[in-house]
């Protein structure tokens, strides 16, 4: 396979101005890198946002069968032979931009219904505040406004029953410097956090279960997985009347990993992970751990 590195030209202003609005959304940016590769080519991508003293452009990385092409001068394209040499016990520093989600069985239905990982995890500690967790399966879900100010309701009423909370939701975790850095906020600002930092917990367990799946294991994640930049996309494919919107969430992930089985492993890292590849999640940069 071919790992390639597409960056925006700047030496034509005009034309990178032009390219800069396409990639500005979701499906721009799928439209576009599609544009780079044959009709049905099928690859993964990865966006980099950018970095201070680097390229005032995201950089991204593709992942395909085939060498993509150049566009008109307006991208600057590397490519080389993807072909990695993995190994049983070897420990990687991986970046990944996923899209976590779980199944869960409806009512009176043969499928299976997709439920964003965090929102869900969110909502349901929300629920949970309340006393009301029974409702995490209502369909439609209501407002998260008015979850959170009922929430903030509460809490201002009886702010004990946020640390209850805290202790009882994140018996696994560092319950106590949760709840430290609650009691310094706001009852709304303290529900933000924990409500957040409660999604967060939740994408770090969805990513633990997928390494068991495909070869890997985390080292050490509650203390040294990064996890941010969770953001909820939404846009229209096609103007048709009557279509509905497309909507997907992502999450960045960035940590050190261990191969447990590396032939599960070498498929992850040419298949991708999680769903949504199509829109620039699931595929999995490595670098040896020095």
Known sequence: MIMSRIQLRHDYPSLAHIATIALSNSYGRHQ????????????????????????????????????????????????????????????????LRANPVIKRKRQNRKNSAKHDVVMDAQRAFLFSLLGDSKRIDQSPPPPRSDLYRSARETVEDDRSALERQIESWFVDEDAGAILNRSQALSAED??????????????????????????????????????EGYMRHTFQKARKRGSRPVTFSSIDFHGVLEVTERGAFSRALTDGIGSAKGFGCGLLLVKRVR
Do not use: C
């Open 190 to 227: 303290a529900i933000r956090m924990v409500t957040m930092h409660a999604g967060e917990v939740a994408a770090r367990l969805w990513l633990e279960r997928k390494g068991e799946r495909v070869g890997f294991r985390l080292i050490e994640p509650k203390r040294t997985l990064v996890t």
């Open 32 to 95: 576009v890198l599609w544009s780079l590769f044959e009709e049905a080519q099928r690859f993964l991508y990865h966006e980099e946002p950018p970095r201070r003293g680097g390229a005032p452009t995201p950089t991204y990385f593709t992942l395909s069968d085939i060498q993509p092409k150049g566009d008109a001068g307006v991208f600057r394209i590397e490519s080389k032979p993807y072909e990695p040499v993995i190994s049983n016990g070897e420990r990687l520093s991986f970046s």
